[in-house]
């Protein structure tokens, strides 16, 4: 049987820390598809450095993470956008190969964006025993809850409670296209599912970041004592090489991408969205109009019942070219190809 601290604790080690000056607050930012995360990451940064706090992002998402990393280009000293599935599966390496080589300072955070179809309980578990991540906090999650949708997703309604049960502090969103009445009815939804995370916007969250920063500032790098003992309880799977199965694999979800026209019309790109499949859940994007040529724009489609976003970011992009990303369950790609086929019609 394992001894006290052989069963997962999480003790302080002063040998392993001899290399980090400060550990650093680690931020978890959890939604489902089009819940708001990264406008979320807009106020949130912003309300950090206004703390003191130097502010490092990582974000997960499918395929072209790099759209979303536009959005907060001015926002943080360092973006590391991680494209692929959810980060405690197929981007597993590479998140932890991002943390393990972070350079540990005083006042510094990092803040993580996972993808919308992430199971926050796997990659909080990953986060907070994997042996090499001992220089930061235990993960400070904070969720958000669109509150037009929120358990109306049919299938991955179960998924979207999950994602909201382990959260420190949550959000709910897009409180504005709803009534009060409706958000009665998500609060309550949210109590019965055993939810009871602290209600907090940004500059709540960046105060309590704060606190933690302080907190933390003198103590040593955290170790995690793993047990190879099969009766110890604890299922210590998330080495390297271990092939990890996802909690939620009936939650699957595909992508795709394609290249759009260089430049295109706003109008003819609403006609599509207004087109598009129930089984595309989110769709997003870099786009030049001809309203404006000149100017880039990030756009981002949730569902029918919402406008679509248009965010100008400028006359410079680093991404190469102009894109849209597909996001399903189920993805009809031929269908979906045809439509933006025609937008080349379209410009010509």
């Avoid at 280009?73 to 599935?85: M, N, Q, V």
């Avoid at 100017?295 to 991404?319: C, K, M, N």
Wanted: hydrophobic share 40%.
């Amino acid at each position: 049987m394992c001894d006290s601290k052989s069963n997962g604790e999480i003790t302080f080690d002063r040998k392993k820390s001899r290399h980090i000056i400060a550990m650093t607050p680690l931020v978890l930012i959890v939604g489902f598809l089009g819940s708001g995360k990264t406008t979320f990451l807009r106020s949130l940064l912003p309300a950090l450095t206004g703390q003191g706090l130097e502010p490092h992002v990582v974000i997960n998402d499918y395929q072209n993470a790099r759209v979303d990393a536009e959005l907060l280009a001015d926002l943080a000293r360092e973006i590391t956008p991680i494209s692929g599935s959810c980060a405690c599966c197929g981007s597993r390496d590479e998140l932890l190969g991002a943390l393990e080589h972070f350079d540990h300072q005083p006042g510094r955070v990092m803040v993580i964006e996972s993808n919308g179809t992430t199971d926050a309980e796997e990659l909080i578990e990953l986060l907070s025993l994997e042996p090499d991540l001992g220089g930061f906090t235990l993960p400070i999650q904070v969720s958000l809850i669109d509150g037009k949708r929120w358990q109306k997703r049919f299938w991955h309604n179960e998924l979207e409670r999950d994602q909201a049960r382990t959260a420190n502090y949550l959000q709910i969103t897009r409180l504005d296209t709803i009534s009060a009445e409706r958000v009665v009815e998500v609060e309550s939804s949210l109590a019965a599912s055993g939810i009871i995370a602290l209600r907090a916007d940004a500059l709540r969250v960046a105060q309590a970041v704060a606190d933690v920063s302080r907190a933390v500032s003198a103590l040593p790098s955290r170790h995690v004592h793993h047990c190879g003992d099969p009766q110890c309880g604890h299922d210590h799977s998330h080495s390297r090489d271990s092939a990890h199965e996802h909690g939620h694999a009936e939650h699957h979800f595909a992508s795709f991408q394609m290249t759009l026209p260089d430049v295109v019309s706003r109008e003819a790109m609403n006609a599509i969205f207004k087109s598009l499949p129930p089984e595309i859940i989110r769709a997003k994007g870099l786009a030049r109009l001809t309203e404006s040529p000149d100017d880039y724009h990030i756009f981002q489609y949730v569902d029918r019942g919402t406008a679509v976003q248009w965010l100008p970011i400028g006359r410079e992009s680093r991404i190469d070219q102009p894109l849209i990303l597909f996001i399903g369950p189920s993805l009809p790609e031929d269908d979906i190809r045809r439509m933006i086929g025609s937008l080349a019609v379209t410009a010509a």
